[in-house]
């Protein structure tokens, strides 16, 4: 039996070929070990709640429905409420806030029309579950959060789930974020008592901001800027959100 000599080249790329596979391997097995507890119920909660409680209720845009099916909201919902991640109601995250029911995560969303190479500004990062889905539809997110706690928070969760197109800022969003302005879209997740004017101003020709407004009855307003000073509302739906604390309390 004859026995062929191999070259050290060849040897090197066989080394280097076992080292990749077995490197991928790995990765592989990571992933699947970062997914298990979402393989394990969550993944199919989460189909069963975009059908149910978001397709149920007439959301229609199938970029909205695959985020909304992407985006493992039990990651954003503290322990205690974890098993009821997905259920059709919001939870508390803590400091008296809390993470929107999903189905108005989904129509909010919907409402702006995003079609992937907007600039979106978000005003009420709270636990950063909204700020995942905007940043699965948009280019690039802004986002404030006036409590500092949740901000931080938010910031690590959203780091470490890979998310690159978010800028976090701790403060009052009453003032909008001007530097990055004009913004195509613009999501409040509080309620002011009345729509703060600089989020107005910061809305680019043609974008589209919506918002809950109110004191003890609020509604979810559309507002679509068609020209420099005209502005056009579209009442949605009545909802119950965190009033909007800081600049938005003192002009009240």
């Given at each position: 039996m004859r026995f062929r000599k191999y070259s050290g080249y060849e040897?090197?790329?066989?080394?280097?070929?076992?080292?990749?596979?077995?490197?991928?391997?790995?990765?592989?097995?990571?992933?699947?070990?970062?997914?298990?507890?979402?393989?394990?119920?969550?993944?199919?909660?989460?189909?069963?709640?975009?059908?149910?409680?978001?397709?149920?209720?007439?959301?229609?845009?199938?970029?909205?429905?695959?985020?909304?099916?992407?985006?493992?909201?039990?990651?954003?919902?503290?322990?205690?409420?974890?098993?009821?991640?997905?259920?059709?109601?919001?939870?508390?995250?803590?400091?008296?806030?809390?993470?929107?029911?999903?189905?108005?995560?989904a129509l909010m969303t919907e409402l702006l029309g995003l079609q992937g190479h907007e600039k979106v500004l978000e005003i009420g990062t709270g636990c950063g579950y909204q700020t995942a889905v905007l940043a699965e539809l948009a280019a690039h997110i802004y986002s404030i959060e006036i409590v500092p706690e949740l901000c931080a928070r938010a910031r690590a969760d959203l780091s470490q789930m890979g998310y690159s197109n978010i800028d976090i800022r701790c403060g009052d969003g009453f003032s909008g974020w001007a530097e990055a302005a004009p913004f195509d879209a613009i999501l409040v997740a509080a309620a002011p008592s009345?729509?703060?004017?600089?989020?107005l101003e910061q809305l680019r020709v043609g974008g589209v901001l919506v918002i809950p407004v109110g004191d003890h009855q609020q509604e979810l307003v559309r507002i679509r800027r068609?020209?420099?000073?005209?502005?056009?509302?579209?009442?949605?739906?009545p909802v119950r959100f965190v009033p909007m604390t800081g600049e938005a309390e003192r002009t009240h």
């Open positions: 040897i090197l790329r066989a080394c280097l070929l076992g080292f990749l596979v077995a490197t991928w391997a790995t990765c592989e097995n990571s992933r699947s070990d970062l997914l298990t507890a979402d393989d394990h119920g969550f993944a199919r909660a989460r189909q069963r709640m975009v059908r149910q409680q978001i397709e149920g209720r007439g959301v229609r845009g199938e970029r909205v429905l695959e985020a909304m099916r992407s985006v493992p909201r039990h990651r954003f919902v503290p322990e205690a409420y974890r098993s009821e991640a997905y259920h059709d109601g919001p939870l508390p995250i803590g400091y008296e806030q809390t993470i929107s029911q999903p189905y108005i995560v009345e729509v703060p004017p600089p989020l068609v020209s420099d000073s005209d502005f056009r509302h579209e009442r949605i739906l």
